[in-house]
């Protein structure tokens, strides 16, 4: 049974760091892309970053870029997302999601989400 399980939500306050890991089970998805979405409280899904199955082309939503790193081991068959100077808008439900391309993220496996709260 193929599975991503993220994890390292928390409550935080504004300007902290925090790391979410997305462990994959079931399969190597080491030649898939990756990816993280997040929804926050009464709003849709958005992207926030993603990477390509190597790890050498990454890219973020305007909203986090500066602040946010995307990277990936693959011997882990993990994706990890570094979040720093986070701000209340950050709050919200995450996702990892994986496809064997980027495109193809939002139809590819998904996670259960982990939550992270910023308090201001």
């Known amino acids: 049974q193929v599975q991503l399980v993220e994890s390292g939500g928390g409550l935080v306050q504004a300007g902290d760091s925090l790391k979410l890991s997305c462990a994959a089970s079931?399969?190597?998805?080491?030649?898939?892309?990756k990816g993280w979405f997040r929804q926050a409280p009464g709003k849709g899904r958005e992207f926030v970053a993603h990477?390509?199955?190597?790890?050498?082309?990454?890219s973020y939503a305007d909203s986090v870029k500066g602040r946010f790193t995307i990277s990936r081991d693959n011997a882990k068959n993990t994706v990890y997302l570094q979040m720093n100077s986070l701000k209340p808008e950050d709050t919200g439900v995450y996702y990892c999601?994986?496809?064997?391309?980027?495109?193809?993220?939002?139809?590819?496996?998904w996670g259960q989400g982990t939550q992270v709260t910023v308090s201001s």
């Open positions: 079931g399969r190597s998805f080491s030649n898939y892309a």
């Open positions: 990477i390509n199955w190597s790890g050498g082309r990454t």
């Open positions: 999601a994986a496809a064997p391309s980027i495109n193809g993220l939002e139809a590819g496996y």
